[in-house]
C-alpha cells in the first residue's frame, strides 16, 4: 500500500491538534506534524519546528518531507490584534502562504488553506463560495489576500471556508463552548452579542470534511461549516441548557456595544450545500456536537 504523505502545518493549533489525532491513527498515512512553537504539544509525532515567516524554514520542513498533502492551518486569528499588528498578522496570513507555495511547487503538493467567512462584510449572508468577497477588517483582507495569491498562483489548491470553530482539544486557549462553560461554572456575568449571524463548526466535522477533499481530490473554494444558523446568545443559550448551567448569567449585547478595533461581520455564515453534494460532508446538529465535546471532556481526548 501507497501511504500518502501529510503535512499539517499549525499542528498545536486547535484544528491542528484534531487533524494530528485523525491522521496519526490512519494506516495509510505518514505524517509531519508543524508549528511554532519548540516542541509538538502532541506525543509521538513526527514534528519540526516551522516559521512559516520564513522562507527558508518552509522550504527545508516542506523539502526533506516531500507531502502529497500541506494542511495549512497555521494563522493570526486575533482579529483586534491584526489591527493593531497589521505587518505580523500579514506576515504569517499572507507572506507564510506565499512560503508554502514555493515550497509546495518543488513537491507539487496539494495544498488545503483555511479561510474564514471574514472575506465577507456580513451585509447579506449566508454566503456561497460564488458571493463576491469584501472584507471590513485587517484579518479579512490577510485571509482574502492568502486566498487570492492560492488561486492565481497554485495549480493544486483548496480553499476552506469555516466559521465559529468549537470542539474539545487537549492544550491550548478554550473555545467558545468551553469558555461559556467555565464562566458559567464560576457564576460570572457575561455579555454575548445577539446580532452575529454565523453557523458554528464543530472541529471534528471540519476534519471530516478536510478529509473528504483529500480522499476525492478536490480543488476549488469549500464552505466547511454547521448546518445551523443562529446568533452568538442563541448558541451560549443552547451550551447553557445542554450542561444545566446558569443563563440568567448570559446578557444580551449588541456588538457596536463592544467597541472593538475590528469591524465584524453580522449577517454572516457560509452556505455548505457544495460540500454536502460533493464531498458527503454531514455535520453534526449542536446538540449532538455539544455531546461529543461532553464525552471528549470526561475522556480528556
Known amino acids: 500500500m501507497i501511504k500518502k504523505r501529510?503535512?499539517?502545518?499549525?499542528?498545536?493549533?486547535?484544528?491542528?491538534?484534531k487533524l494530528v489525532d485523525y491522521y496519526s491513527k490512519s494506516n495509510n498515512t505518514e505524517l509531519l506534524c508543524c508549528s511554532a512553537e519548540e516542541s509538538s504539544w502532541i506525543d509521538n509525532v513526527d514534528y519540526m519546528q516551522v516559521d512559516i515567516t520564513s522562507k527558508k524554514s518552509v522550504q527545508n520542513s516542506i523539502k526533506k518531507f516531500y507531502p502529497d498533502f500541506i494542511i495549512n492551518t497555521a494563522a493570526f486569528t486575533n482579529v483586534d490584534g491584526c489591527e493593531s499588528e497589521k505587518e505580523l498578522s500579514w506576515k504569517v496570513n499572507v507572506s507564510g502562504v506565499e512560503n508554502l507555495i514555493k515550497a509546495g511547487n518543488s513537491c507539487d503538493s496539494h495544498i488545503i488553506h483555511l479561510s474564514t467567512d471574514y472575506v465577507f462584510d456580513g451585509k447579506e449572508g449566508p454566503y456561497d463560495e460564488t458571493a463576491k468577497p469584501n472584507p471590513i477588517s485587517s484579518y479579512g483582507r490577510s485571509k482574502l489576500a492568502s486566498e487570492n495569491l492560492l488561486r492565481s498562483k497554485y495549480r493544486k489548491a483548496t480553499?476552506?471556508?469555516?466559521?465559529?470553530?468549537y470542539g474539545h482539544t487537549k492544550y491550548g486557549r478554550p473555545d467558545f463552548v468551553n469558555w461559556i462553560i467555565d464562566s458559567l461554572k464560576q457564576g460570572k456575568e457575561i455579555r454575548i452579542v445577539t446580532d452575529q449571524i454565523n453557523n458554528p463548526t464543530l472541529i471534528n466535522d471540519l476534519v471530516q470534511g478536510i478529509s473528504k477533499i483529500i480522499e476525492f481530490g478536490k480543488y476549488g473554494i469549500y464552505n466547511i461549516g454547521g448546518n445551523e444558523f443562529l446568533s452568538r446568545y442563541d448558541f451560549a443559550i443552547r451550551i447553557a441548557e445542554f450542561f444545566d448551567l446558569n443563563e440568567s448569567l448570559i446578557r444580551e449585547i449588541e456588538?457596536?456595544?463592544?467597541?472593538?478595533?475590528?469591524?465584524r461581520p453580522l449577517k454572516s455564515g457560509l452556505i455548505i450545500l457544495k460540500a454536502q453534494t460533493q464531498l458527503g460532508y454531514k455535520p453534526h446538529k449542536i446538540e449532538e456536537a455539544l455531546s461529543i465535546i461532553k464525552t471528549e471532556m470526561e475522556k480528556n481526548v
Open 6 to 17: 501529510v503535512c499539517i502545518v499549525g499542528s498545536n493549533g486547535m484544528l491542528g491538534q
Open 255 to 263: 456588538t457596536k456595544e463592544l467597541n472593538q478595533p475590528a469591524a
Open 159 to 165: 480553499i476552506v471556508r469555516t466559521n465559529v470553530l
